[in-house]
């Protein structure tokens, strides 16, 4: 049995993205905005997100755009100051990032209690942000430093928006990072929010990992998530959950029930 069974209390858990508004300190961050405000639009979505019946949680600034290498000091405490405000009406686990740092994601984590997160943990990357270079020892040793031990991390093979600088195989990264980096599990995503990778990719990514769970990063839908659930451990899934299907609409109770109510009767849930 893997820790996700333990920690979600299912087999293939559903993890529900909750997508924080653009935060202090973003370029998008409203005129008029104000921390009350993101808190409140985070209360509203978690709230749809556990009434419709995810298994986790993970909360991400994803309207940080553009991502920031080094995550800001002010966005590290803003999104501490929301985890903190909901800390008591979160009814499910529940993780942490912050995007693009995964040192500043493991300080975040240790800060909020957070159970388990997601990040680009290691390797190179190239795209719109530029060289994303990521120091996996350094990481790693900030968290046996901050005493994670219990922390789970998920390590993305392929990124949403990147390009991995070598010509190696998604299933050799893989290899090659279960070896080196020892993931609590991998995470296999497409070319952007809501864009799913191929079933071949996750099968394949799937064959490499062995007893290690590899779950689905985006483009999760409740007309795919059968076929995803066949191929991979479980899903994050945040897109679909949305008003319309929209990205930066605000969570959707509807949607979000019967998508987990289909999966709920794939899964065989009692």
């Not at 009434?51 to 600034?61: F, P, W």
């Not at 000091?73 to 912050?98: H, K, S």
């Not at 392929?158 to 290899?175: F, W």
């Not at 071949?200 to 064959?207: F, I």
């Amino acid at each position: 049995m893997s820790f996700l069974k333990e920690m979600f209390r299912t087999e293939k858990p559903i993890i529900g993205l909750l997508h924080l508004k653009p935060l202090p300190g973003d370029p998008f961050y409203a005129p008029d905005g104000s921390m009350e405000k993101v808190i409140a639009c985070a209360r509203a979505d978690l709230e749809a997100l556990q009434k419709g019946g995810v298994d986790g949680v993970l909360v991400t600034n994803e309207l940080s755009l553009p991502y920031e290498k080094k995550v800001s000091g002010v966005t590290l405490a803003a999104m501490g100051v929301v985890i903190g405000a909901l800390r008591r009406e979160l009814r499910v686990p529940f993780g942490a990032e912050a995007i693009y740092d995964g040192d500043a994601t493991i300080e975040l984590c240790a800060a909020t209690g957070a159970a388990f997160t997601r990040c680009l943990f290691t390797g190179a990357w190239v795209g719109d942000l530029g060289l994303v270079d990521r120091d996996v020892a350094r990481t790693l040793r900030r968290k046996s430093a901050l005493r994670l031990d219990g922390l789970k991390l998920f390590y993305f093979v392929t990124s949403e928006g990147e390009v991995y600088l070598n010509d190696r195989t998604a299933p050799e990264i893989a290899q090659s990072m279960l070896f080196n980096c020892r993931p609590d599990a991998l995470v296999v995503g497409g070319a952007a929010a809501g864009v799913g990778p191929g079933g071949e990719l996750l099968e394949q990514v799937r064959a490499a990992a062995g007893r290690v769970p590899v779950v689905c990063g985006t483009g999760c839908r409740r007309e795919t998530v059968a076929q995803i659930l066949k191929n991979c451990d479980g899903a994050f899934v945040g897109t679909t959950f949305k008003k319309d299907g929209v990205f930066e609409n605000p969570v959707d109770e509807r949607r979000v029930k019967e998508f987990m109510d289909a999966v709920k009767e794939m899964r065989g849930d009692a």
